[in-house]
T-cell receptor, first 111, second 114 residues
Framework: GESVGLHLPTLSVQEGDNSIINCAYSNSASDYFIWYKQESGKGPQFIIDIRSNMDKRQGQRVTVLLNKTVKHLSLQIAATQPGDSAVYFCAETRGGNQFYFGTGTSLTVIP | EAQVTQNPRYLITVTGKKLTVTCSQNMNHEYMSWYRQDPGLGLRQIYYSMNVEVTDKGDVPEGYKVSRKEKRNFPLILESPSPNQTSLYFC?????????????FGPGTRLTVL
């Protein structure tokens, strides 16, 4: 099966600091990557995505970086807020039908 | 309100007793999918459907069945549940013609098989 992993299972940051969550993938044929946020008791929620022909994509307070050379994906959250506390998953898909998720990083924001 | 709904939200059952978890979406999405979420393993795809009467296996289809008779519904069927199917299940849908890979997830169904 596909291997989509995360470097750290937990991350704690001070409110207002920037957060960086990392993800490694194993298949160089992957062409699309997505970050999801999952709050306690809820289903995953889309945050941002990036195609394999891009290196960087920015959203509102979030940036995704893709390094295809080392098969690495990261999510940067600017000015982290308490409402950002959640589990973050990276996922990959090839063609948009089959999806492979990482194991998740739990982000805790310290007020 | 655009949403994916699942029922039941919680279910405790016994080994071998057939059960169905329903999933419904009101966004007219072609694509629907089922996942299970287990600690330390993240989400793993069970089955997906690209449209009515079109279904395909995901990463972990063993022990599960699905059907897609209507566009809005995608039930997950466990013919003979076993304890290793105790998990948190999520249904998801997306619009095949729009933003390609934005899936909307349901609230989850927590299943315990004794």
């Amino acid at each position: 099966g596909e291997s989509v992993g995360l470097h750290l299972p937990t991350l704690s940051v001070q409110e207002g600091d920037n957060s960086i969550i990392n993800c490694a993938y194993s298949n160089s044929a992957s062409d699309y990557f997505i970050w999801y946020k999952q709050e306690s008791g809820k289903g995953p929620q889309f945050i941002i995505d990036i195609r394999s022909n891009m290196d960087k994509r920015q959203g509102q307070r979030v940036t995704v970086l893709l390094n295809k050379t080392v098969k690495h994906l990261s999510l940067q959250i600017a000015a982290t807020q308490p409402g950002d506390s959640a589990v973050y998953f990276c996922a990959e898909t090839r063609g948009g039908n089959q999806f492979y998720f990482g194991t998740g990083t739990s982000l805790t924001v310290i007020p | 309100e655009a949403q994916v709904t699942q029922n039941p939200r919680y279910l405790i059952t016994v080994t071998g007793k057939k059960l169905t978890v329903t999933c419904s979406q009101n966004m007219n999405h072609e694509y629907m999918s089922w996942y299970r979420q287990d600690p330390g393993l993240g989400l793993r795809q069970i089955y997906y459907s690209m449209n009515v009467e079109v279904t395909d296996k995901g990463d972990v289809p063993e022990g599960y069945k699905v059907s897609r008779k209507e566009k809005r519904n995608f039930p997950l069927i466990l013919e003979s549940p076993s304890p290793n199917q105790t998990s948190l299940y999520f249904c998801a849908s997306r619009d095949s013609g729009g933003a390609p890979d934005t899936q909307y997830f349901g609230p989850g169904t927590r299943l315990t098989v004794l």
